[in-house]
């Protein structure tokens, strides 16, 4: 078996990738029920799994820090958002409009790791190809 960390970046976005569609099923759910009484917003948060992980390690490079992530699942924690806060006196705390700018934001993240990854295969096909 050959030991590579020639998938250390594609991993991470991968991850990056799941947890990012699922955020967008999250923001599309809290839009279907901005009506419903009683509902409230979710969210996920990966951002912040993934800087605590990635921030573990202080004095070490980038890559020493995605390497130290091999082996390791880093997902996103979905919560209630503002339980205890309402916009309506239905007790629903969705504002449509701020979930609409939301939905875009993550939609523009997505494309933008799934651009990284492109980068990251295409990376790797150049190397594949490479004389030696």
Known sequence: ???????????????????????NEII???????????YKREDIDFENELRRALGNMKYKSLDEKVANLRGTKVKGRSFKDSVNYSYRLDENNVDPEQENIEL?????????????????????????????
């Open 28 to 38: 599309a759910n809290n839009i279907a029920n901005a009506t419903t009484p009683g």
């Open 104 to 132: 875009v934001s993550n939609q523009l993240k997505y494309q933008g790791v799934i651009a990284g990854l492109t980068s990251e295969f295409q990376n790797l096909q150049t190397a594949m190809k490479a004389p030696s």
């Open 1 to 23: 078996m050959i030991n590579s960390n020639a998938f250390d970046y594609i991993n991470v976005l991968d991850a990056t990738a799941d947890a990012t569609w699922v955020r």
